[in-house]
């Protein structure tokens, strides 16, 4: 028995020193709440400073009520670590598409909560962050009608496609690399 609290005292001693150990991951220079990126030193794939780097995300995907969409956070990170690696933020443009599930995410908190039982969408922080770093952010219209959401009912800077097929479309033809998350 004495054994096995020894042994019981050393794998609490054990565990406790491994969860104790700092994340390698941390804020960024742009966006200091989330975002969080882990710092690659001497990559393989460098990337010129003058390449302008566009990318959109395709979100369609629910995230629970009263949680956070990762492809908000997904999109800050990207901008996040290629900024501190030294690309110029001018040079990075990120489009966002939602449709789908991900729809009553980007809408203010009255029409939010009254589809989500009074819940707060934590998400109009992270997106009004994103919009205000020139981040933009399309809904799918027809994901939208679907859902009974309006333009008015956006947040504001959110902006209205036909359909999340033409955001694409549309963004693609511009030169923006489709990144599904």
Known sequence: MKFFKIIMLMMAFVSQNVFAQESPFHAGPVFKDFGNIATINNPD?????????????????????????????????????HVEAGHPQENIKVA???????SVAVTKQEFYGAANDGAINVNIPQIKAL????VEIYICGQSA????VSKDDLIDGVKM????????AMLQADGYALILW
């Open 161 to 168: 496609s036909h359909s999340a097929m033409t955001a694409h």
């Open 131 to 134: 919009l205000k770093q020139g």
């Open 45 to 81: 794939l460098l990337v010129p400073k003058d390449t302008v780097l566009k990318v959109v995300y395709d979100s369609y995907k629910n995230s629970e009520v009263g949680k956070l969409t990762s492809t908000f956070n997904s999109a800050a990170a990207f901008i996040n670590m």
């Open 96 to 102: 966002i598409v939602v449709h789908g599930g991900t």
């Open 145 to 148: 009608t679907f859902r009974g």
